[in-house]
């Protein structure tokens, strides 16, 4: 069956998801753990995923996107992953990518350092190429670019997925899955706007059909509640509600108010209209909510996220449909946090908790939508 997973990495985002036929994604990889401090309780994410690897028999990912550049979703990627373009990066130990995925804005972004410049390298190098990669929108900037280094957009075309389309190579019928892109948005950045890593990130619905049953995935990355209104706005203009329905929502921004709305508020954090929507009417029954985060605050003394108030948001409405909140840094313990695994099979949903005395307990999930 499909699972998904989320590891424990503090404010950084890594989700493995593993399909029915054995193929797997990985979206963003960031391995935060610090080895010299032993109370770091973050998952050391290389080995967690090399010991999925050699249990399966493999070294590569059918995909690995990186959702935008920021380190807290790429750190750590060039001592990992085998890349195309340069022989420093290339080992038989290193991990395989079969196809990148990338927003455009990893393509044409100027002044990157560190893993954002190799991961940029990569991305140019495999469009020149023109094969194992998928860029996700299209505006003049990324044409301007590809003119400018002697790659034809005619022939790189068919890499480019547009938001509002259904990405190429996967299906629900031979694969069990299919993704819906939501963003980046191409006029954004053709509108003269500056690049902003969190607003021109990757954003994503993926749909699993597990025994004629349909499970929901919602990608949300980094955006906040001003990119999720536009969202929405478009897609209900264009009367596809249901492409943002959800069983299972990947927080953005790690639990921060600014994906709920303009004001942290003092308790909880209010929602505009289209976020409230979004959150509160197009979970399912039952659906689970993972903050891929730092434990939950009780004060206000680091204003980074996460934030107490957006949490109690999320916890309230979770409640009200019988559904799961989850904190990466606090399943199943604070003390001792481990990957969140989530399985998708024809009852939808649900979280395997952790060894509960000697047995791995699996929690169940509903299947109708409130609203």
Known sequence: MPSL???????ADCCRIDLAEGDQLLFDYAAMRDPKDKNDKRC???????VDLKSRERDAYRVVAFTHLDDDHVHGASEFFYFEHAEKYQSDSRI??????????AIIEEGCEDEARIIRAEARHRLKEGKGIRVFSRPEKLKDW?????VSYEKRKHLITDAGQLVPGFDLKSDGVEFFVHSPFASRLDDGELLDRNTDCLVMQATFVVGGKQTKLLLGSDVDYLALTDIVKITRAKKRDERLEWDVLK??????YK?????????????????????EDQGFKGAIVVSPSKPIPTNDDDDQPPHR??????EQHTAARNGKFRVTMQHPTESAPKPLVIEIDATKARVVESFVGGAAAVISQASPRVG
């Not at 997973?5 to 404010?11: C, M």
């Not at 050391?44 to 090399?50: H, T, V, Y």
């Not at 108030?309 to 999320?314: F, I, N, P, T």
Request: proline share 11%.
């Open 146 to 150: 590809m003119k400018e280094n002697g």
């Open 309 to 314: 108030q957006a949490a109690k948001y999320h």
């Open 44 to 50: 050391d994410l290389p080995a967690e995923l090399r």
């Open 251 to 256: 927080l953005p921004h790690h639990c921060s």
């Open 96 to 105: 395989r990518i079969e196809e990148l995925w990338v927003p455009a804005a």
């Open 259 to 279: 994906s709920i709305g303009p004001k942290k508020g003092k308790e909880k954090t209010d929602p505009v209209p289209e976020t409230k929507w979004l959150y």
């Open 5 to 11: 997973t989320f590891f424990p990495l503090g404010n």
